[in-house]
């Protein structure tokens, strides 16, 4: 059980930023911060505070934490709320770029900062305020997500030669170890953890490309009711 844990922590956030990206609509900065406000901000609020009255017995101290994104100080079942923190930022930041290329310029800075942060052990190990941090090692996925909507027509083309050449990082991801996208841990490779969720999301996106159609029912449902399954689940376990 802990090994299929780990194994689906190499990849199972990567990917929900890669199809965050990939479904992205770009809107001029004064619209888009409106609606990450309706559609992230409130819920982040709402859902939180929620969870803060049902599992937390300090809850002003806990609000603060919340509000400052340091989502490893409060309750475990609040912390799934931390995705949506840096979501949030990673929309207003495209939304500022405006153009792919600026997005990806954006995406190396990220990890080059995040290597550096990596080697220089600046990373917290109980507060990431704002999560900075967390936000600038998860941004290349999200980007990778706008990109591969771009070119997903041209990559479908090449569909089986991008599958089997993604089949050896399955392999990879059992011994880069364990990560975590919240505690900035990217095993014991980086460049390993990068390539590991990349390839491997990439490899479920062509093996389930049907559901990447807008138009689907199941993907207008489950986007819907996102937040609110992955701010409850562990309160419901």
């Given at each position: 059980?802990?090994a299929?844990?780990?194994?689906i922590f190499?990849f199972?956030m990567?990917?929900f930023?890669?199809?965050?990206g990939?479904l992205?609509k770009?809107?001029?900065?004064?619209?888009?911060?409106?609606?990450v406000?309706?559609?992230?901000?409130?819920?982040?609020?709402?859902?939180?505070i929620?969870l803060?009255?049902?599992?937390?017995?300090?809850?002003?101290?806990d609000?603060i934490?919340i509000s400052?994104g340091?989502?490893?100080?409060?309750p475990l079942a609040?912390?799934?709320m931390w995705?949506?923190?840096?979501?949030?930022i990673?929309?207003i930041?495209?939304s500022?770029?405006?153009?792919l290329?600026?997005?990806?310029?954006?995406?190396?800075?990220c990890?080059c900062?995040?290597?550096l942060i990596l080697l220089?052990?600046?990373?917290?190990?109980?507060?990431?305020?704002f999560?900075?941090?967390?936000?600038i090692?998860?941004?290349?996925?999200?980007?990778?997500g706008?990109?591969?909507k771009n070119y997903?027509n041209w990559i479908?083309?090449y569909?089986?030669?991008?599958?089997l050449?993604s089949?050896?990082?399955?392999?990879?991801?059992t011994?880069n170890?364990?990560i975590?996208?919240i505690?900035?841990?990217?095993?014991?490779?980086?460049v390993?953890f990068?390539?590991n969720?990349?390839?491997?999301?990439?490899?479920?996106?062509?093996?389930?490309q049907?559901f990447l159609?807008k138009?689907?029912s199941?993907?207008k449902t489950t986007?819907?009711g996102?937040?609110?399954?992955?701010?409850s689940?562990l309160?419901?376990?």
């Open positions: 059980v802990v299929v844990h780990q194994y190499t199972h990567p990917l930023f890669i199809i965050s990939f992205y770009h809107r001029e900065f004064i619209k888009e911060c409106q609606v406000f309706k559609s992230l901000v409130i819920p982040y609020f709402v859902f939180s929620l803060i009255l049902h599992c937390s017995n300090s809850f002003f101290k609000f934490y400052l340091s989502l490893e100080s409060v609040i912390r799934p995705f949506v923190y840096s979501l949030a990673m929309r930041v495209v500022l770029c405006g153009t290329r600026r997005v990806a310029f954006v995406a190396i800075g990890i900062i995040f290597l220089f052990g600046l990373i917290p190990k109980d507060y990431d305020y999560q900075i941090n967390t936000t090692m998860a941004f290349p996925f999200f980007a990778l706008m990109f591969l997903f479908i083309k569909k089986l030669f991008f599958i050449f089949l050896p990082f399955f392999y990879l991801a011994i170890g364990e975590s996208l505690r900035c841990e990217a095993g014991n490779h980086w390993l990068y390539l969720a990349a390839f491997i999301s990439l490899f479920l996106l062509l093996m389930f049907t159609n138009s689907n199941i993907i986007a819907m996102l937040i609110i399954i992955l701010a689940h309160t419901i376990i």
